[in-house]
T-cell receptor
């Protein structure tokens, strides 16, 4: 079982819709969770981080964490073509080891 | 300011060359990371320095040698690389156990 799993996609959504990206993790000791956006040929850019169960909102982005289900998600409201990228889920157990999922490719269509 | 600066942005080296990648941050972060990323794959952790000491080495071949001269700088020394080592090399930094910020990466090609 992979430590961090994501559906590779592509996930296609129309412009203006809500994009829902999901991530599961295997280690129940995981403590902090991150979403990065990566455009082709560029480096990962931090979008959101969440440490506690529940929702965390920042602008058009909402991160959701459910530690009992070992599940973290990212919602993008009012999706724009500029949101088209690969979204990487990353998990930190404790210490400084940050492990990435394989990423989900999001395509926002006009 | 969440800037991590990596140099060079691009590097082409032969298999017998020795080169170094450099990374700098001035955010007061005490954890610094090297990741390797191949095309269409996620970043793969190579090394972590915490408070200028190597804390994680993910069984990386010895032809990759990290160095942390001080709390702001991180180097990756390269020697006798193979073509399969061609990748995007990413440096990141964070406060201890917090969110990590990435530099723009060095695109390495081994010929």
């Amino acid at each position: 079982q992979k430590e961090v799993e994501q559906n590779s996609g592509p996930l296609s959504v129309p412009e203006g819709a809500i994009a829902s990206l999901n991530c599961t993790y295997s280690d129940r000791g995981s403590q902090s969770f991150f979403w990065y956006r990566q455009y082709s040929g560029k480096s990962p850019e931090l979008i959101m981080f969440i440490y506690s169960n529940g929702d965390k909102e920042d602008g058009r982005f909402t991160a959701q964490l459910n530690k009992a289900s070992q599940y973290v998600s990212l919602l993008i409201r009012d999706s724009q073509p500029s949101d088209s990228a690969t979204y990487l889920c990353a998990v930190r157990r404790g210490g400084n080891k940050l492990t990435f999922g394989t990423g989900t490719q999001l395509k926002v269509e006009l | 300011d969440t800037e991590v600066t990596q140099t060079p942005k691009h590097l082409v080296m032969g298999m017998t060359n020795k080169k170094s990648l450099k990374c700098e941050q001035h955010m007061g972060h005490r954890a610094m990371y090297w990741y390797k990323q191949k095309a269409k794959k996620p970043p793969e952790l190579m090394f972590v320095y915490s408070y200028e000491k190597l804390s994680i080495n993910e069984s990386v071949p010895s032809r990759f040698s990290p160095e942390c001269p001080n709390s702001s700088l991180l180097n990756l020394h390269l020697h006798a690389l193979q073509p399969e080592d061609s990748a995007l090399y990413l440096c990141a930094s964070s406060h201890d156990r917090a969110e990590a910020f990435f530099g723009q990466g060095t695109r390495l090609t081994v010929v």
